[in-house]
């Protein structure tokens, strides 16, 4: 970082970093000076205050992130599971007909790209026979969920010590 130079009397009308233009070219200004406007941080700095190195350096992302470590929440084995989107139940009706027609791409990007492709293009008429799978298996989830949650909130499912899986 550059020091500062004292302004002198014929800086002071302008905040360039080269002398003043009205005035002729002497030796005092032949020196060209580099003035920065500093903030209020970069004043301290400069003045030897306390300055802690969180106020002067911005924290990088991967120092925020293992200072924000997510809780691990278990794992409920009995809990249901969220059902496929319509999207999905189409995917799996899609990879057999395109394995059929293609038998020599292999990669699941390519299929993938193909799936998705497919689906922008269908109509909504098309995509009814998914979106009707996909409803009645969340309306089986969210009944399944509440019954499940039923069990929990009485106590029925809960695992004592010598019920666990893990006995020797």
């Known amino acids: 970082m550059a020091k500062k130079a004292p302004k002198s ?26 003035r920065m406007k500093s903030s209020e941080k970069m004043k301290k700095i400069a003045q030897g205050s306390d300055v802690s190195e969180s106020e002067t350096r911005p924290k990088s992302k991967s120092r925020l992130k293992s200072k924000q470590k997510k809780k691990k929440t278990k794992i409920d084995a009995k809990m249901p599971k969220k059902p496929p989107t319509a999207f999905f139940y189409f995917l799996e009706d899609f990879r057999k007909e395109f394995q059929e027609q293609n038998p020599d791409i292999k990669s699941m990007r390519d299929i993938g790209k193909a799936c998705g492709e497919k689906w922008k293009t269908m109509t909504y008429e098309e995509k009814v026979k998914y979106y009707d ?19 929990k909130e009485s106590g029925e499912d809960e695992e004592t010590e010598d019920d666990s899986e893990y006995d020797e």
């Open 133 to 151: 799978i996909a409803t009645e298996k969340r309306a089986e989830f969210d009944t399944a969920m509440a019954e499940y949650n039923k069990r």
């Open 9 to 34: 009397e014929n800086d002071r009308s302008s905040s360039t970093s080269v002398a003043s233009a009205k005035s002729p070219p002497t030796a005092s200004n032949h020196q060209m000076v580099l």
